[in-house]
T-cell receptor, first 112, second 117 residues
């Protein structure tokens, strides 16, 4: 059964810093991996989706990588802003029909 | 991206009553929808998988008679919390996978916060 772990659980950085959030998974047969953002009391916003055949995806200041062999994914946020403060979740299904298995998230605070 | 809408976003009810939460895919057809529950400062826990036109598949420990799921059409799934109790108070989130999409990407609703008094 797929298990997803996220490190660190919480992170506080000053505005402008580049940062990396880590995600690891136990089953390398992961179908794809999604990174989400969740603001307090809100639903999930999909940030990036990486297919199992891809190694990375980029969207604006965000870059996500996927290394299936090591069971790891990273989310890189460049030039962080206070508006980036949120909980970031990674998740992946084992196939195209199975549900996402979530990590516990990393709670990010960007201090102005 | 595709849009998934949940309603209501917040609901407060008395203990013993039933509450229905709707999840709609607005601009795509979803053969499969997933219902998650999230307790404060916890991650999302899968409750059940809802397939259009068939019975839902529940995760271990989730009471199917308490959490009734109906997926009557390709754009609508409902979760009914029956005889709600304070311990059912939680944030419920649905997600949907587009029928025709090969990417497997899941889209999430805004969530419904249930408070049982």
């Amino acid at each position: 059964k797929q298990e997803v772990t996220q490190i660190p659980a919480a992170l506080s950085v000053p505005e402008g810093e580049n940062l990396v959030l880590n995600c690891s998974f136990t089953d390398s047969a992961i179908y794809n991996l999604q990174w989400f953002r969740q603001d307090p009391g809100k639903g999930l916003t999909s940030l990036l989706l990486i297919q199992s055949s891809q190694r990375e995806q980029t969207s604006g200041r965000l870059n996500a990588s996927l290394d299936k062999s090591s069971g790891r994914s990273t989310l890189y946020i460049a030039a962080s802003q206070p508006g980036d403060s949120a909980t970031y979740l990674c998740a992946g299904p084992n196939s195209g029909n199975t549900p996402l298995v979530f990590g516990k998230g990393t709670r990010l605070s960007v201090i102005a | 991206g595709a849009v998934v809408s949940q309603h209501p976003s917040r609901v407060i009810c008395k203990s013993g009553t039933s509450v229905k939460i709707e999840c709609r895919s607005l601009d795509f057809q979803a053969t499969t929808m997933f219902w998650y529950r999230q307790f404060p400062k916890q991650s999302l826990m899968l409750m059940a998988t809802s397939n259009e036109g068939s019975k839902a598949t529940y995760e271990q420990g989730v009471e199917k008679d308490k959490f009734l799921i109906n997926h009557a059409s390709l754009t609508l799934s409902t979760l009914t919390v029956t005889s709600a109790h304070p311990e059912d108070s939680s944030f419920y989130i649905c997600s949907a996978r587009e029928k025709m999409a090969g990417s497997g990407e899941l889209f999430f609703g805004e969530g419904s916060r249930l408070t049982v008094l």
